[in-house]
C-alpha cells in the first residue's frame, strides 16, 4: 500500500457547495450507546477548608446530548434525518435525554428501554474550559437477549428507509458481535453501506462484514495490536495498520483520524491525506462523532468517498473550535467550506 500525496480540501469545496442541499431530508440510521453529558460551569477562587481541594462557584448548568445521540444531532443539524436506536433506563436521565433529542430534531420513538440499567450520565466540572472532574454514571455490562432482539426489530423496520448505517460503539454494552453480524446482514440485504465507530476495547472481528471504520488514531493502533514504539521507528507503519484493519474486517475502505493533521483514507490499495480544516481547537470531544456523521450522510447520499470525507473534515473542523459535543450546522458547514475555498 503506497501512501499519495496529501489533497487539498479546496479541490473539493465546489462539488459540497453546489450539492449540499442533497443531504436533507437523507435518513440515517445510528445503533449505539447513548448518554446525558452534563456541564457545571464556574470559578475557583478558594480551597476547601475540609480537604485540599479546589472549591467550585457555579455559574451556571447545561445539559447536552452524548454519544451516539450527538451523532445523530450532527445528522439532524446537517439537513437529514437521524433514526436513533439505542437503549436507556427507566428514570429521569431518559426523560431528560428525550426531550434533549426532540428539541434537536431527533426522533426518540425508537429508543429501547431497559429498566435493569441507568442511561449513562457523565457529569463534567468545569473552570474556564478547564476540567476539575468527571462523574459517570452508567452500567457497563451487555444488554440482554430480549434487549438486544427489541434493538434488531426496530433495525429491521427502519432498514429499508434509509441511505446508511452507522454503528457506534462506545462500549457501554449495546454493541457485540451478534448484533453487528445481524446489522451487517440486513444492510447487504437492502443495498445500504454499514460504517462503525470503533472502540479500542472491542475486539476488531466484533466489526467484520462492515464497509468501512473511523477509528481516530490512538484506536486503530490498539486495535490492531501494533507496538506503539515501532510508530516511532517507522511513520510508514500507519498504512500497514490500516491494511490489517481492513484485512480482518474484510472492508475494502479505511478512514483513520489523525486529530491535527486531518485523517488518512485507505482505498483502492492506496491512502490519501486530508488535511485538517481546523482554524482554531478549543476540545475535541465529539469531532469522531461529527465525522462519522457527516461521512455516513454525504456518502448515503452520492457523494464519493472522498467528497464525503472532504465534507467531514470541514464539519470536524467546525466543531473542534467549539466546548463540549456541540454539531455542525450547514450554514457553519457552508462557511467554512468558502472560507477553505478562498484560502
Not at 456541564?39 to 446530548?65: H, K
Not at 456523521?293 to 454525504?298: G, P, S
Not at 465534507?311 to 473550535?321: D, I, Q
Request: with cysteine.
Amino acid at each position: 500500500m503506497t501512501s499519495l500525496n496529501p489533497k487539498n480540501l479546496s479541490e473539493h469545496a465546489p462539488h459540497i457547495v453546489q450539492h449540499v442541499q442533497d443531504l436533507r431530508g437523507k435518513e440515517v440510521l445510528i445503533i449505539g450507546d447513548i448518554g446525558l453529558d452534563e456541564y457545571v460551569l464556574g470559578q475557583v477562587r478558594r480551597i476547601s477548608p475540609e480537604a485540599p481541594v479546589p472549591v467550585v462557584e457555579v455559574d451556571s448548568e447545561e445539559a447536552r446530548l452524548g454519544l451516539a445521540a450527538n451523532v445523530a444531532q450532527n445528522i439532524a443539524s446537517l439537513g437529514g434525518v437521524p433514526r436513533l436506536v439505542a437503549v436507556v433506563g427507566k428514570d429521569a436521565t431518559a426523560d431528560q435525554l428525550r426531550n434533549l433529542l426532540s428539541r434537536s430534531g431527533v426522533s426518540p420513538e425508537h429508543l429501547v428501554v431497559d429498566s435493569s440499567r441507568p442511561t449513562t450520565r457523565k457529569l463534567r466540572v468545569m473552570v474556564q474550559n478547564h476540567h476539575i472532574v468527571r462523574v459517570d454514571y452508567e452500567h457497563r455490562v451487555f444488554v440482554s437477549e430480549a434487549v438486544e432482539r427489541a434493538i434488531l426489530d426496530q433495525v429491521k423496520a427502519l432498514m429499508p428507509k434509509v441511505c446508511s448505517v452507522i454503528i457506534q460503539d462506545y462500549a457501554k454494552g449495546v454493541i457485540g458481535e451478534k448484533l453487528v453480524a445481524e446489522i451487517v446482514r440486513l444492510a447487504k440485504a437492502s443495498g445500504k453501506k454499514v460504517l462503525a465507530d470503533p472502540h479500542r476495547s472491542t475486539p476488531l472481528e466484533t466489526y467484520r462484514g462492515v464497509d468501512l471504520m473511523t477509528p481516530n488514531f490512538d484506536e486503530s493502533v490498539a486495535l490492531a495490536k501494533f507496538p506503539v514504539d515501532d510508530l516511532r521507528k517507522d511513520p510508514a507503519l500507519l498504512n500497514k495498520i490500516g491494511n490489517k484493519l481492513m484485512e480482518v474486517v474484510g472492508s475494502k475502505q479505511m478512514v483513520i483520524t489523525l486529530g491535527k493533521d486531518g485523517m488518512r483514507i485507505f482505498e483502492h490499495g492506496d491512502s490519501i491525506d486530508f488535511p485538517t480544516n481546523a482554524k482554531q481547537v478549543f476540545d475535541v470531544t465529539g469531532a469522531g462523532d461529527t465525522v462519522i456523521a457527516a461521512l455516513a450522510l454525504a456518502w448515503g447520499a452520492g457523494f464519493t468517498l472522498d467528497q464525503s470525507c472532504a465534507l467531514a473534515n470541514f464539519a470536524a473542523g467546525v466543531v473542534v473550535g467549539k466546548v463540549g459535543c456541540v454539531p455542525c450546522s450547514v450554514e457553519e458547514l457552508l462557511e467554512a467550506v468558502q472560507a477553505g475555498e478562498s484560502a
